[in-house]
């Protein structure tokens, strides 16, 4: 174990991590601010990693492609597409109780499984996209990934600028209000749902965003790599864990989550080869059983929702 | 074909209706999406091959056996999980339910191994109906003729005992319920522990008809949410007709599409009725 | 107070999870093997990992290679799943500094490994199973190889298979992963090509109960014969016993996938004399029947699963091309592997790891029998192979004829 290979396995840990991070920020965005509850993060993901691909990728004979966009309007569109299929999503059940929309966004994210696995014009199907370009490649040598790191942290810093910004404003004001008492807010005549619509949609545009960064990191994407487990309750966990309404806990909840995660995975291979099938399921009963601890013992996560300014200054 | 299809859309709406009751009264009285309940399923499905196959006890005992075990697993969640959770905001209940459905899921995965499991190793040749028109095996019968039964018991539980109508009083109006005296704790074992044998039911005529896989109740868990909604949430009758209504249309959907896209019929018809009358068919309103 | 004894929890973990898994560096040569222990193939993984061992305890035994180093083996679990495969091979490449990998299984994995570690890391990696059409032209400056042959290989054995029975119609059932979907279009060509017709092609999800309504699409037409194309644990099981059920098919053609005794319990009589194919040894020479012997002196009973031998076999060409590079720095085994290997070289069976020692010592090229025939790759990185045809006989899977390339 060297100095360098530590330092590069260190590199390329954070930007796997830094995903998720803004996974996180946008799912606080819907669950913590607005009290959505989006069990279907695998669906927007996956949406945003091919929109991004495809976008961004030269011509290819077996899927929809060859617009070769720069690397910026992938993320973008990738957002975008992202975001539309919020609205549609949001659009018969965002009014009604929570629980619909948790059921639709499973729904939704399971078609979008589908369609990717047998759409094979515009996905490529089961065989997934490969070399999707990496934004610069070629330029910094061995040390891409750091460069890469850097976008990464750039996103996480916007997306936590916009949100902090945002939950500060009286649009946040409102957004809050509303999770803490709907009919109060509904009473001085401001349109809820659009709220909550708006906060759902946006979550979804930084869901597609982080999705298009991972397909432009990893190269490929298949609809293999939108598991529930790990793309949407691995997503929950790591927001639980760092504390529902609080940008910078969701941040630190996603780091410690995923290290502890891949880390966790050393003692699968530990054990002897009859027992490594239930290895794999101890370590989802573990991090099951964590979680259960965390939502009955402390279910604010480890930072606690953040002291925002409150709504009655908001009216001042 | 068409026949073929819509008999097997009875036999696979049945069992979503057994699944599908309890998960409606449950919404109903504690009023959030139970999203382990696909889980209990499987769990009920691999306690009866633990006692069919694994002890080689009888298959009706096994049946009893393991809806008396899934009772008391669903029982227990409510004692260790839900219960405390419930003042907390339906987002943190529903999310917790989430992590026992991959607790449950795991269990199965950890003591049965993920390699699909059959009740019976030999197959069953089908009865032949007017000259290949139709298909049928004696198991499916049997499915039929207890899943039938299930729901007349049901039926005669909510509607002639003291129990059964506190149950449906207290999915109608909790509050009202409360004042008229009803102990609600004792109410909600109670109905945890029905919905712990129907479904328990469900996953074990699944498996006979088909086989064990721990995914079996997770990819029913859609299909089981679009009953309960078609049906109305809070009502046992809207959801054993939502799930006939989805078995069938799941099924006869392979007419017009292809089968692969077939888990996107209860999404789909879930989703209209969202649009057009989110209380459901036989629901109160949302 | 809990909020800090979670966070301290938590941040031992992940020091433990960073350091536990690198820290006891030794002076071995190191290769990575990427083997799914969970997930869809968790049941290939096992065994495939103990072919890996095997060829470990081998060469350990006989002195280890440059000058006596051990070879150390690390595994990383890659679930199926393409994002704790790159993960896990980063993790090999930077923090357990391994040379080689041996792995991944499914395509699914290897590709994305391929693209977004070893490739740029230029670490050589060679897949006893990845079947996929798509290794053939991946942009790998060499650095990617296989000990399967392709599956449009395969394809071809089946589509012939199935003309050479008579078959005039075909219908086709397929895993929908690209492995089915590679098979299924080779198949199509093949059998086309002898005139047959392919009347439905139906691509299945795994892990479903019911496949009634797919296996209805397949037999409109009433074709001979299913063609099934599917894994023993995701539904292929399933899928037989609803076809005899409901009187879909009583003819069957199987690929590698099947190749399980699994898939006749409870139902031999109907089964009996249906064929199918899989990968398999080139003919001639006797490393299937060594390492059969070999394998279960170590490990018990060997299962008649594939890819436990061509795993063996991708560990041990690593080291003969380790051993022939002098070092372990990625460029010089990539180069090594194309140079070493002949067809007319001297023979090395799979417990002479000695004799490949002197025999590299000596300059000589060699013609290594392996676990699954002679290994020789072609210059994309491909292993050419034999596709050999199987039978049910008894409710016992036998092999019947070996069809080369």
Redesign the interface.
Known sequence: MTFAGVFSYLVFFLIFAGIYAVMTLALNMQRGFAGLFNIGIAGFWAVGAYTSAIMTKGPSPDHLGGFGMPFIIGLLAAGIISSLLAFLVGIPTIRLREDYLGIATIGIAEIIRLVIKNEAWLTNGVRGISAIPKPLAGSFGSNYNLFFLMIVVLVIALFYYLSEKGINSPWGRILRAIREDEEVVKAVGKNVVRYRMEAFVLGAFMMGVGGGLYAHFTSFISPEAFKPMQATFLVWIMLIIGGSANNFGSIVGAFLTWGIWTGTEFLTGMLPAAYTTQAAAIRVILIGVFLEIILLNRPEGLFGEKKYSSVSTADR | MALQLFLNGVILGSIIALGAIGLSLIYGILKFGHFAHGDLMTLGAYFAFLFKVQLGLPFWLAFVLAAALTAGAAILLNLILYRHLKKRDSVIVMISSVGAALIIRNLVLLFWGPQNKFYEKAIQMPIVLGDGLLRIKENQIIILVLALTLVIAVHLFLSKTKLGKAMRAMSDNIDLAQITGINTERVIIWTWAMSGVLTAAAGILLAFDTHLTPVMGWNLLLPLFAAVILGGIGSPYGAMFGGLVIGISQEMSTLIISAAYKPAVAFTIMILMLIIKPSGLMGKKV | M??KK??IT??V??F???T????F?QDTVKIGTLMP???GL??Y??FT??GTLLAQKIINEQGGLLGGKELEL????T??????G???A??L?????INAIVGALSS??T??VA??VTV?AEVVLISPSST?P?LTT??DNGYVFRTVPSDSLQGVVAGNLAADLNHDSLAIIYV???Y??GLNDAVIEQFEERGGEVTAS????P????Y???L??AAEGNPDALLLIAY??D?G??II??A????FFEEFIFTDGLKAP?IT???EQ?LEGMRGTAPTSMPGGKGPELFTKLYEEEFGEIPPKPYIDTSFDATFVLALAIEKAGSTEGPAIRDALGEVLAEDGMVVNINEWNKAKDLIAAGEKIRYEGASGPVLFNDVGDSMGAIGIWKIEDGNIVNESIEVQ
């Open positions: 809990f909020k979670i966070l938590m941040l973990m992940l433990l999870s960073l536990v898994s690198g820290a560096a222990l969970t997930g968790a049941s993984g096992q990992r103990n690390v595994n990383v679990d679930q199926t799943n393409p994002q704790a790159v993960d896990g980063q993790k490449v930077s923090v357990n500094g699914g994995v590709i994305p693209e977004s740029p996929s798509v991946l942009d929908n992963n690209d089915g979907q139906i691509a299945f999800e892990n479903k109960v019911s009634r309504s797919e209805m699409e023993t644990d539904g099981i399933t016993r609803q005899l059920e409901n009187g699994e319990e409870g139902v109907y």
